[in-house]
């Protein structure tokens, strides 16, 4: 089974820290993916990864950036938190195999920005 | 960008009633096309996918897919309570972007025992 982790499951931040958000997958997937979800707007995509190093803005890239130094893990950094990142973040991985692999997703972190 | 549809709902349906999910989709090159559940505060897990035009069944869920009219529906046939959740749209994949998966909004839906 497919395992992803992320390593916290609910976070509290004051604004304008420097926040980390991290996650590992074990199944050697090549793509991982960070959305943030909201009441009423669904899963967005915040950016993704289909290699080491390599890294594509989703549509709300804002505020945000990533890091891919190995392949299990993607990192999604807040510069400077605010509280409108107040939010569920969750990291997905795929296989880049076949267009048709399905995501696997974490358990997801609840971000709460004060 | 890629658009992806649904209604928001809540919809609501008596236990053993079919549940119709319909989703439109904006990129007409997609490839791919994805239901996925999600219960209260936990992460979406996969129901179907779909690539083909047509219908393809997996026990009480049938998908369709009309890349014609740029639609997928989800029909879920004899209704259990267990069934009410959110059930996320996702669509990806044309020759250049395949690995980027866009989501629309979810439709609740509520199964009335």
């Known amino acids: 089974d497919v395992k992803v982790t992320q390593s916290s499951r609910y976070l509290v931040k004051r604004t304008g820290e420097k926040v980390f958000l991290e996650c590992v997958q074990d199944?050697?997937?090549?793509?991982m993916f960070w959305y943030r979800q909201d009441p009423g707007l669904g899963l967005r995509l915040i950016y993704f990864?289909?290699?080491?190093?390599?890294?594509e803005k989703g549509d709300i890239p804002e505020g945000y950036s990533v890091s891919r130094e190995k392949k299990e893990r993607f990192s999604l950094i807040l510069e400077s938190a605010s509280t409108n990142q107040t939010s569920m973040y969750l990291c997905?991985?795929?296989?880049?195999?076949?267009?048709?692999?399905?995501?696997?997703f974490g358990n997801g972190t609840r971000l709460t920005v004060t | 960008q890629k658009e992806v549809e649904q209604n928001s709902g809540p919809l609501s349906v008596p236990e053993g009633a079919i549940a119709s999910l319909n989703c439109t989709y904006s990129?007409?090159?997609?490839?791919?096309f994805f239901w996925y559940r999600q219960y209260s505060g936990k992460s979406p897990e996969l129901i179907m996918s779909?690539?083909?035009?047509g219908d393809k069944e997996d026990g009480r869920f049938t998908a369709q897919l009309n890349k014609a009219s740029q639609y997928v529906s989800l029909l879920i046939r004899d209704s259990q309570p267990s069934d009410s959740a959110t059930y996320l749209c996702?669509?990806?994949?044309?020759?250049?972007?395949?690995?980027?998966?866009?989501f629309g909004p979810g439709t609740s839906l509520s199964v009335i025992p």
């Open positions: 997905a991985s795929k296989d880049r195999g076949s267009y048709n692999s399905p995501l696997h």
């Open positions: 199944m050697d997937h090549e793509n």
């Open positions: 990864s289909y290699d080491v190093k390599m890294k």
């Open positions: 990129d007409r090159v997609s490839q791919s």
């Open positions: 779909i690539y083909s035009n």
């Open positions: 996702a669509v990806n994949g044309d020759e250049t972007s395949y690995d980027k998966v866009i």
